[in-house]
């Protein structure tokens, strides 16, 4: 994608935002989107702010696990595939061991079957291609994120049950 064209996409997206404008300015879900395409993560995080997503940026798989920690709010990752030094698969491998209830989508530019076999193994949502359809993709952060705060209310209710159970 050329400068030009990302420059289009974003004054289109403004546009959109004109008559798509929300309400209220509530985000929609909390994303942490990782690749190590800077200019993809900064259109890409633009586009996904302009309809209310809170975004975190990151441009490696290290990076990303930093701002995980820091950072308890993240419903869903967006992960590239192929990334230099720690790639999406180990990437994906660590958040799932220390944030098993965080969504990640994983994105890839290349068809590549095993990788996205071997994601969902390791407990991807889901596994898209590049150039993503933005309606698609804000489907499916949206249904992610969803699903993310129906386990967390289970276990709060779980929690809950258990304590009122003891007094009982």
Not at 26 to 37: G, K, M, P, R, T
Not at 67 to 78: A, P, R, S, T
Not at 142 to 162: D, F, L, M, P, V
Request: proline content about 2%.
């Amino acid at each position: 994608m050329t400068f030009y064209e990302s420059i289009k996409l974003i004054q289109n997206d403004i546009l959109e935002k004109k008559l798509f404008k929300r309400s209220i300015s509530v985000s929609i879900a909390n994303v942490l989107l990782v690749d190590d395409e800077v200019s993809f993560v900064e259109t890409f995080s633009e586009r996904l702010e302009l309809r209310n997503f809170e975004i975190s940026k990151a441009f490696s798989g290290e990076e990303a696990l930093r701002i995980l920690e820091e950072n308890q709010n993240v419903e869903v990752v967006i992960l590239d595939v192929k990334m230099p030094g720690m790639d999406g698969i180990e990437t994906l491998t660590a958040i799932k061991r220390k944030n098993p209830l965080v969504e990640v989508m994983m994105l890839s530019g290349h068809a590549d079957v095993e990788s996205a076999i071997e994601g969902m193994k390791q407990g991807a949502y889901d596994y898209l291609m590049k150039p993503v359809d933005m309606d698609q993709i804000i489907t499916k952060v949206t249904a992610a994120a969803t699903k993310k705060r129906q386990h967390e209310e289970k276990i709060i209710q779980a929690r809950i049950n258990e304590i009122t159970s003891r007094r009982a």
